[in-house]
T-cell receptor
Framework: AQSVTQPDIHITVSEGASLELRCNYSYGATPYLFWYVQSPGQGLQLLLKYFSGDTLVQGIKGFEAEFKRSQSSFNLRKPSVHWSDAAEYFCVMDSNYQLIWGAGTKLIIKP | DSGVTQTPKHLITATGQRVTLRCSPRSGDLSVYWYQQSLDQGLQFLIQYYNGEERAKGNILERFSAQQFPDLHSELNLSSLELGDSALYFC????????????FGPGTRLTVT
């Protein structure tokens, strides 16, 4: 079955530290993948997307994600987090023109 | 501000009742999507309309229905409400189809008592 798994429900990171949020997918072909962020009071917003080509994708707010077919993963990274990055992050996959959403990872920033 | 508006912001109603949630997409966007977000189910795709026609259906209950009008605004109708329908309902819009960036509204929080 097609699915998206975000193994970490919560992640706590110190401000200024690096971040990696994990995402694994199950799909028969190369999927279209997205990361969305849900910030308090700001709704849901697209961070980046991968359709094809370069497997390292740059997004907004200094985020990047790397598509690894061999690991069925699309992990989100940021070299140095800011307190404003505290939010919930969703990995999303297109499956026959419907989006399948992961359960989300809540990012907590320690001062 | 995404440009997508949703009304009302909050809605409190009783079990068995019917409610209508409204969404106005960004100017120029032809697709409207409805999502339900609850603590136990996460974010669930309900339904998509494109230029007035239903294009994709997700985990939408038979008690729920939606439509997109000629002016492209959309309404989600929830009937025979149950306690479990309490959730945040989001509307999103995009220029074209699902692979385009979706812009989300602020949501309508529905509480069923």
């Amino acid at each position: 079955a097609q699915s998206v798994t975000q193994p970490d429900i919560h992640i706590t990171v110190s401000e200024g530290a690096s971040l990696e949020l994990r995402c694994n997918y199950s799909y028969g072909a190369t999927p279209y993948l997205f990361w969305y962020v849900q910030s308090p009071g700001q709704g849901l917003q697209l961070l980046l997307k991968y359709f094809s080509g370069d497997t390292l994708v740059q997004g907004i707010k200094g985020f990047e994600a790397e598509f690894k077919r061999s690991q069925s993963s699309f992990n989100l990274r940021k070299p140095s987090v800011h307190w404003s990055d505290a939010a919930e992050y969703f990995c999303v996959m297109d499956s026959n023109y419907q989006l399948i959403w992961g359960a989300g990872t809540k990012l907590i920033i320690k001062p | 501000d995404s440009g997508v508006t949703q009304t009302p912001k909050h809605l409190i109603t009783a079990t068995g009742q019917r409610v209508t949630l409204r969404c106005s997409p960004r100017s120029g966007d032809l697709s409207v999507y409805w999502y339900q977000q609850s603590l136990d189910q996460g974010l669930q795709f309900l339904i998509q309309y494109y230029n007035g026609e239903e294009r994709a259906k997700g985990n939408i209950l038979e008690r729920f229905s939606a439509q997109q009008f000629p002016d492209l605004h959309s309404e989600l109708n929830l009937s025979s409400l149950e306690l479990g329908d309490s959730a945040l309902y989001f509307c999103a819009s995009s220029v074209g189809q699902v692979l385009d960036e979706q812009y989300f509204g602020p949501g309508t929080r529905l509480t069923v008592t």
